[in-house]
């Protein structure tokens, strides 16, 4: 419940800046009451999104993108004292979250499957993202009934409880990115002293590479609100970025070490680098849908929450942008990049779920000024906030419960197309693959970590010469360079989607399709059925296992 405001004569504290007593804006650093409770809805919704995996896969092992198990085997690799490596004995800078693939290696020194206590480890810091969005709310002002509005939007959004069980870095940057804000707000209005948010902000750089962007508009954020001028306040960004870098460069180092550029290979996989002058609309567009759907509201509030805590700031009180800017800034950020038809936001847009918490406090603090005003409404204000509490609460909250439900069905869909696809592959394949062949896939994830053989990866993630010896090859097809490639290295088998390289669905000479694999509904995978072929110079060929298996082959044969 808003208060009205303070009794006659006396003189209200908002901040340590001047403020006007009727100011809806009250920093406070602990996370209201009501968020406490409202955190365990993540738990409670994770639980409900097993169960619809249990109901579809009859199972709750399972990760719902290739990408997932990818992080399991540099995890295991570096669990065993192996290092970032992914084919035994190659490091590889493919890790873009190197701090999540050092938890997930504490995890793979317990003595059970890991694919569960990743789980609950992902929904532990997606229900501790919760409170900390409450803790951002309240570090910027908002009212804790806005606290606790922004609190509930968090837990109830579809992708969170999705990223909680992905296996991915997602909570982990989540929660890195929004404790860093906090207590960069504290910071700004004065209550905290010291630089502690810029190493969470960069330990965030650890675990998503995006959060580069989020440091750096956090150094020019502290610089503008500084009180020092020309060369004390360049000393200071100076000192920022130092500290930052005391965290980033060891890891950038390793990069270059290995591959000869600071960044990760799978920048230059998937992004490629700055493509666009100015900001590809078509992605806007796309990543303004993402968060409209499972917040229509909050969404539509962003805007004006951000301009009113400008407005905050420019009427002088110490109020952090940094929210505000992250929200807006890393949507633009990526759209200037490579990429087409929105695959430089990730699988599902996952590269701005750590937005939806931000976009829940951003919006609420649209409506803290509105509310307010209805507080002071002489007479009758209790009654009309609740009146308004009754009409805003189901209006923001709504559309994101309803979403949240039906996103446990596609939860499991994802699972499931991973499970039918590349899990099913590989499991089919371990009993008939000679140790000593070699693979070339388009997703080498669940395959490296079901299978012992070394990988290629068409995809260029782990193996990022691909690119560099078909550019070799001069002026041939793009075709005939990838088959001579796979022939200079000897590989045995290919698995891909036809859809994603049909290349090798009309070259049956060299790549003869063994066995084709639906994926029925897919929304996941690069198509729809993917394929093992053999290759025309096969060294090792697929065997017989000893024994027939318990249950029905689930792949289907090709006509030899």
Not at 172 to 181: C, I, K, N
Request: glycine residues 8%.
């Amino acid at each position: 419940m808003l208060a009205r405001g303070p009794p006659r004569g006396a003189t209200a504290v908002t901040d340590h800046s001047t403020a006007r007593p009727t100011s809806p804006f009250a920093p406070e650093r602990r996370a209201p009451a009501g968020a406490l409770l409202l955190a365990l809805l993540v738990p409670l919704a994770c639980v409900y999104y097993l169960g619809v995996q249990r109901a579809v896969t009859g199972a709750l092992g399972g990760l719902p993108l290739d990408d997932s198990w990818i992080h399991l085997v540099f995890a295991r690799s570096l669990a065993a004292g192996e290092g970032l490596a992914f084919n035994p004995g190659e490091l590889v800078p493919a890790s873009t979250a190197p701090l999540w693939t050092a938890l997930l290696a504490l995890v793979h020194l317990l003595p059970f499957d890991p694919v569960l206590p990743v789980k609950l480890l992902g929904v532990a810091l997606a229900t501790l993202a919760v409170l900390e969005s409450a803790r951002l709310a309240r570090a910027l002002g908002l009212p804790r009934p806005l606290a606790v509005l922004a609190a509930a939007a968090v837990a109830m959004t579809d992708w969170l409880a999705w990223a909680a069980l992905s296996g991915m870095e997602i909570p982990l940057f989540t929660l890195l990115s929004l404790a860093g804000m906090r207590l960069h707000a504290e910071e700004s209005a004065g209550r905290r002293a010291g630089r502690l948010s810029l190493l969470l902000l960069a330990l965030a750089v650890l675990a998503r590479p995006e959060g580069l962007l989020l440091v750096l508009l956090a150094v020019v954020e502290r610089a503008a609100g500084s009180d020092r001028r020309g060369l004390a306040r360049l000393r200071g960004m100076g000192v920022d970025l130092a500290l930052v870098a005391v965290l980033l460069v060891p890891m950038a180092l390793f990069n270059f070490a290995v591959s000869g550029s600071p960044l990760p290979t799978t920048f230059a996989a998937k992004a490629g680098g700055v493509r666009h002058l100015l900001p590809d609309l078509h992605t806007l567009y796309l990543a303004f849908g993402l968060l409209f759907r499972s917040h229509p509201v909050l969404a539509l509030l962003a805007g004006g929450g951000a301009l009113e805590l400008a407005a905050r700031r420019l009427a002088g009180h110490r109020v952090a942008l940094l929210p505000a800017l992250w929200l807006f800034a890393l949507p633009v950020a990526l759209s200037l990049l490579g990429g087409a038809g929105g695959a430089v936001l990730g699988n599902f847009g996952r590269y701005l779920f750590p937005l939806f918490p931000v976009l829940a406090v951003v919006g609420c603090a649209a409506l803290a000024r509105p509310l307010a005003a209805v507080a002071a409404t002489a007479g009758d204000g209790p009654r009309r906030v609740r009146w308004a509490a009754v009409l805003v609460v189901p209006l923001v909250l709504g559309p994101g419960l309803f979403v949240l439900v039906r996103g446990g069905g596609r939860y499991a869909q994802s699972v499931a197309n991973v499970e039918t696809s590349d899990v099913r592959l590989a499991r089919w394949l371990t009993p008939r693959l000679a140790p000593e062949a070699l693979l070339a896939v388009a997703d080498v994830g669940a395959m490296k970590y079901l299978l012992p053989n070394r990988l290629i990866d068409l995809g260029a993630l782990v193996t990022p010469e691909l690119h560099a010896e078909l550019r070799r090859e001069g002026d041939l097809p793009p075709e005939e360079a990838l088959a001579r490639f796979l022939a200079r290295r000897g590989v045995d088998f290919v698995a891909v989607y036809p859809r994603f390289l049909p290349a090798f669905e009309r070259d049956p000479a060299r790549f003869a399709p063994l066995v084709r694999l639906a994926i029925p509904d897919n929304i996941t995978m690069a198509g729809d059925e993917l394929v093992l072929y053999r290759t025309g110079w096969c060294a090792h060929p697929l065997r017989e296992p000893p024994e027939p298996a318990a249950a029905p082959d689930p792949t289907r044969r090709s006509t030899p």
